[in-house]
């Protein structure tokens, strides 16, 4: 991941936490942070990863209270993946939604729990391997590129690889 990516997504997670303590209405400004539909929108490298999320009807459980982890592939890594695969996908709303809850995980699990996982399952009942390599962090092969990108509702870790189940 280019260093210009790592410090926009760094920016993007500093801006996710932002936002003061301390006011007199709570609750409102907890509902100003972004959720993790819209962080990923800003970042604006998962854009494949949005719009499927959308396409199989997931916007509106990965914006609710929550809280969840998601493994969010770059765009980068959505291109790694045959365009017949992402095609048949997006033609099968069930073979999609099974494939993107693969990379949820229910809870916010911050990297300084993920590291100690072996694995986790994900929303859609079966479990990822996670394994720390030479100090990095791998999902199944992906690996962990960015950690720890907040939202209202959970956090995301970022991953080089679509993870197919």
Same mark, same amino acid.
């Given at each position: 991941?280019?260093?210009?990516?790592?410090?926009?997504?760094?920016?993007?997670?500093?801006?996710?936490?932002?936002?003061?303590?301390?006011?007199?209405?709570?609750?409102?400004?907890?509902?100003?942070?972004?959720?993790?539909?819209?962080?990923?929108? &800003? #970042?604006?490298?998962?854009?494949?990863? +949005?719009?499927?999320?959308?396409? /199989?009807?997931?916007?509106? =459980? %990965?914006? @609710?209270?929550?809280?969840?982890?998601?493994?969010?592939?770059?765009?980068?890594?959505?291109?790694?993946?045959?365009?017949?695969?992402?095609?048949?996908?997006?033609?099968?709303?069930?073979?999609? &939604? #099974?494939?993107?809850?693969?990379?949820? +995980?229910?809870?916010?699990?911050? /990297?300084?729990?993920?590291? =100690? %996982?072996? @694995?986790?399952?994900?929303?859609?009942?079966?479990?990822?391997?996670?394994?720390?390599?030479?100090?990095?962090?791998?999902?199944?092969?992906?690996?962990?590129?960015?950690?720890?990108?907040?939202?209202?509702?959970?956090?995301?870790?970022?991953?080089?690889?679509?993870?197919?189940?």
């Amino acid at each position: 991941m280019s260093k210009i990516l790592m410090v926009a997504l760094a920016g993007v997670a500093a801006l996710a936490v932002a936002i003061p303590v301390a006011t007199a209405e709570p609750a409102r400004t907890a509902a100003k942070k972004p959720n993790i539909v819209q962080v990923a929108s &800003k #970042a604006g490298n998962f854009k494949t990863l +949005v719009a499927l999320v959308k396409k /199989a009807g997931l916007a509106g =459980t %990965l914006s @609710s209270k929550g809280p969840f982890t998601v493994f969010a592939p770059t765009d980068a890594a959505f291109k790694k993946v045959p365009k017949s695969t992402l095609d048949a996908l997006a033609k099968d709303k069930k073979k999609l &939604k #099974a494939v993107l809850l693969y990379h949820v +995980v229910k809870g916010k699990v911050p /990297a300084s729990k993920v590291v =100690t %996982l072996d @694995s986790a399952k994900t929303l859609n009942g079966k479990s990822v391997s996670i394994d720390v390599m030479d100090g990095k962090v791998y999902v199944n092969n992906a690996q962990v590129t960015t950690a720890d990108v907040k939202a209202r509702n959970g956090v995301i870790h970022v991953i080089n690889e679509v993870l197919i189940p």
